[in-house]
């Protein structure tokens, strides 16, 4: 009677040091999902919501968008805009270079602007990747980060969509592929 009594014992007190370990787990999973949350929120909140953020966006060197070295975005009303927000040091902007250019290409005639925002970089280097990439849509710098700003950015490469009545429809972070890039503007191009 005396071991059985010594083994309950023992059960009871490992089954109460379980107990604290699951409490311990179930804690610090809930408080995890309360700090990503928190961070979904924040990165949420600082988005533009309605008429997208107005800009001028000067364009590097060697770019131009309808004659002229600068574009502005008010301006680009009744038109679909993406706004790609990259920097030349990404290593994620470098795999949607080539999908951004090539639908560029194929969506320029039929009332789409791109707008490459060169985000917190050095232009020598920017202007490389330019080149590099072959990248012809209009492109400049954002000096002194005020349109990644006024669009909460939280990194690159991140990218805007805008309607033809000039608010941001949606935003995607982190590099895009092709199916999204061309469903996104059929879709925006369907609307009035």
Not at 77 to 99: D, H, L, P, S, T
Not at 102 to 116: E, H, S
Request: aromatic fraction near 12%; charged fraction near 25%; proline fraction near 5%.
């Amino acid at each position: 009677m005396g071991i059985a009594s010594e083994g309950q014992e023992e059960a009871t007190a490992g089954a109460g040091g379980f107990r604290w370990i699951n409490w311990l787990v179930w804690g610090g999973v809930v408080l995890l999902l309360a700090i990503l949350g928190w961070g979904l929120y924040r990165q949420a909140a600082g988005r533009p919501a309605g008429s997208a953020p107005d800009f001028t966006l000067h364009l590097f060197e060697g770019y131009e968008y309808q004659g002229r070295d600068e574009v502005t975005l008010s301006d680009l009303k009744g038109q679909v805009v993406v706004i790609n927000f990259w920097a030349e040091w990404c290593i994620e902007c470098k795999r949607e270079a080539e999908i951004l250019e090539a639908t560029w290409l194929a969506y320029r005639d039929r009332g789409v602007v791109f707008l490459g925002v060169d985000w917190v970089d050095v232009e020598p280097e920017a202007r490389k990747y330019l080149v590099r990439y072959n990248i012809t849509y209009p492109n400049g710098p954002d000096l002194g980060s005020r349109i990644g700003n006024d669009y909460g950015l939280t990194g690159v490469p991140e990218t805007f969509f805008v309607d033809r009545m000039g608010k941001v429809d949606s935003f995607k972070l982190g590099p895009l592929s092709e199916p999204e890039l061309t469903s996104k503007l059929d879709d925006l191009l369907t609307r009035p």
